[in-house]
């Protein structure tokens, strides 16, 4: 959306009134388009002699008897899953589509709440009555979701498709286009009185909707670093720096035409939330202190220390290597909070038996979380990602579903809209809270501070060649420092003859020519030639680094999912996917399948902070601090969702 949206931020932004109208009208024209070609259906089938009965297209609800792909989902599940499609064909924007996850999410509650004596509603609290109040229900979260979807995804990419698919689940479940009234007390005038409002309220919740989510006060303090070229310049090392790519390409393939990366976000801290406080003057809800930083007495060891650890991972991922790792649950998760100390679980709590080890080629394992972690198994971004596992979640517990674990069995819908209104919520405020800080800490990420720092040489040795105080430190076989003997022939620098007194990296060296049949390896390269483990036409997502939004938006909707199931195991005490051999995207690989498994939500979270640093996305600290902070939104979302549950919010 940013790309295709920015160019249109300085026509004058329309009121809350304009929009609604607006889409009001568009929705109109589409019931019109397709009335029209229902009664062009009808009139061409009289015309043939097929069929004797006259056909009303108006009349479509009373005769429907669409077929429904998936008939065990409920509504608000289909909804669900047609946005998680749009987001897909979408340009990524984290905070944005989590955003309208939360938006649809509510809206779908509300419709649901309305039925219920005791629910409170979020963007609408009025009661309603019916004689069949499922399906009431199902009508009123369809019409919700259906306008608010549209009115979201009109001018996105793949926007053809995704309201054809808003469009097609309408008729699958019967409900007519054309009815757009929202007077009355039907629960088609239900839903739409919740698009309505839902609608004029995104243009006031300080994300700059109309302005196609643009932030025109921002600008880098940083040139551009040109990734196709050695080196960088930067004016402050401690601040967010673009790149500038060729033929720059989104993470799910979406050509972007600028080759200059837009910060995304950076006003995101002052969007309005669903559990955190306002964050003020400078829009920061949740703030820990700066980052670790170049140069500050306090923190420019940790900080060159971190970057050094994003070398080593890089170092890692190279299948050839005989370096083998067990990634089992049994020996790799229960980590405390902020942290990486766990070993493991040692028994399966379901089964009481231990889980068994799952010894795999290390480079392999770091490629694949890197890639599995980087914008979802399907591009549906972390927000996204977290509803898929979600879902995932529901289908193996139901139709066990108890609300936090204990209670009566609840139906799927009122667990569904249960819980994307907790999950949603989560990962709404968590975007809020990270992209606050990443607005107004503007930090730095490894590939401008590993180039910068190697470009001025080694910080290690202040007697040795190549010294500066803001450089690498050396790490014997990993980092050093170009000699005459070591780029000698048959020497480990021998490739970098000609770059004595430079400072060598051992990392992965970049996507080979053909990634489907080659791999690029790990070797001696040029330190201000580095890159991370992604694709040369994505390289960095658009913002930055400080804190981690997958560490953020992981935990937080990880505690969503220890409130609402009861449990911080996953259904059968293990989860998780499996990764076939050849299946990546990046280069050639895995050499075999890779079974990435959790024990719990937590332990899935926290493998997505850590994919981060394998992927040359982020420091610890981003990690680490995103973590801390998403826990925070977790808990808070979900501890508001069970007042809206009960109607006791404001009580």
Not at 84 to 112: E, T
Not at 505 to 519: C, E, L, M, N, V
Not at 541 to 553: E, K, L, M, Q
Not at 559 to 585: C, D, N, Q, R, W
């Amino acid at each position: 959306m940013w790309a295709l949206q920015t160019a249109n931020q300085n026509r004058p932004a329309p009121t809350g009134a304009d929009v609604v109208s607006g889409v009001e009208e568009m929705l109109a024209s589409r019931s019109r388009r397709k009335l029209a070609l229902a009664v062009a259906a009808v009139v061409v089938l009289v015309a043939s002699g097929v069929g004797a009965v006259t056909v009303h297209p108006w009349s479509q609800a009373q005769g429907c008897s669409a077929v429904q792909s998936n008939p065990d989902w409920s509504v608000a599940r289909r909804w669900d899953e047609a946005l998680l499609d749009a987001i897909r064909r979408a340009l990524p924007n984290p905070p944005v589509h989590a955003r309208n996850l939360f938006h649809v999410s509510a809206a779908m509650w509300d419709a649901w709440a309305a039925y219920d004596p005791q629910a409170s509603g979020y963007f609408v609290t009025e009661k309603d009555t019916a004689s069949d109040v499922t399906a009431a229900r199902n009508e009123a979260i369809s019409y919700a979701a259906y306008r608010v979807l549209t009115a979201r995804y009109i001018k996105s990419v793949g926007a053809d498709k995704s309201l054809s698919e808003f469009d097609d689940v309408m008729d699958s479940l019967c409900y007519p286009l054309n009815v757009t009234t929202t007077d009355g007390s039907s629960p088609a005038a239900l839903g739409n009185r919740i698009a309505k409002t839902v609608i004029a309220y995104g243009l006031t919740d300080g994300s700059n909707q109309a302005g196609g989510y643009a932030a025109p006060d921002y600008k880098s303090v940083n040139p551009p670093l040109v990734v196709a070229q050695p080196g960088t310049t930067m004016t402050d090392p401690n601040r967010w720096q673009p790149l500038q790519i060729l033929h720059m390409i989104s993470q799910n393939g979406i050509p972007v035409v600028n080759g200059v990366q837009q910060n995304v976000g950076p006003q995101w801290g002052h969007v309005k939330s669903f559990g955190l406080p306002d964050g003020g003057a400078v829009g920061v809800p949740i703030d820990p202190g700066p980052p670790p930083r170049l140069g500050d007495p306090a923190t420019d060891q940790t900080l060159k220390d971190q970057e050094v650890e994003v070398i080593r991972d890089s170092s890692m991922l190279d299948p050839t290597s005989p370096a083998t790792i067990d990634i089992s649950p049994g020996a790799r998760g229960g980590n405390s909070l902020g942290s990486n100390d766990g070993s493991g679980h040692p028994v399966n709590p379901t089964t009481g038996q231990p889980y068994p080890p799952d010894v795999v080629n290390e480079g392999d394992f770091g490629r694949v979380m890197a890639e599995f972690w980087a914008d979802g198994p399907n591009s549906e971004t972390p927000p996204g990602h977290w509803n898929v596992l979600a879902n995932l979640v529901s289908d193996e517990l139901s139709p066990n579903l108890r609300i936090g674990g204990t209670g009566p069995a609840v139906d799927r819908l009122q667990w569904d809209v249960k819980l994307y209104l907790a999950v949603n919520g989560a990962v709404h405020d968590a975007a809020i809270a990270a992209w606050g800080l990443k607005g107004d800490y503007d930090s730095s990420r490894p590939i401008s501070l590993i180039r910068y720092m190697g470009g001025l040489g080694q910080s290690s040795d202040p007697t040795g060649p190549s010294y500066n105080k803001e450089g690498l430190p050396l790490v014997p076989g990993l980092i050093e420092v170009i000699t005459a003997e070591s780029s000698a022939p048959g020497q480990r620098h021998a490739g970098l003859a000609g770059h004595v007194g430079e400072v060598a990296i051992r990392s992965w060296t970049g996507t080979p020519a053909d990634p489907k049949t080659q791999i690029g390896g790990v070797q001696w390269i040029l330190a201000a030639n580095w890159v991370p483990y992604q694709l040369p036409t994505f390289v960095t997502p658009s913002f930055p680094a400080w804190v981690s939004g997958h560490s953020t938006f992981s935990r937080a909707a990880a505690e969503v999912l220890v409130g609402i199931t009861g449990s911080e195991y996953f259904p059968g005490g293990v989860s998780g996917y499996t990764i076939k051999a050849g299946s990546l995207k990046f280069e050639l690989g895995p050499t075999k399948d890779i079974r990435l498994e959790w024990a719990t939500y937590y332990d899935a979270a926290d493998q997505a902070g850590q994919s981060r640093l394998w992927g040359g996305i982020h420091i610890q600290a981003d990690d680490f601090t995103g973590r801390e902070i998403g826990s925070e939104c977790g808990k808070a979302a979900w501890s508001l969702a069970k007042r809206y549950y009960s109607g006791t919010v404001g009580s």
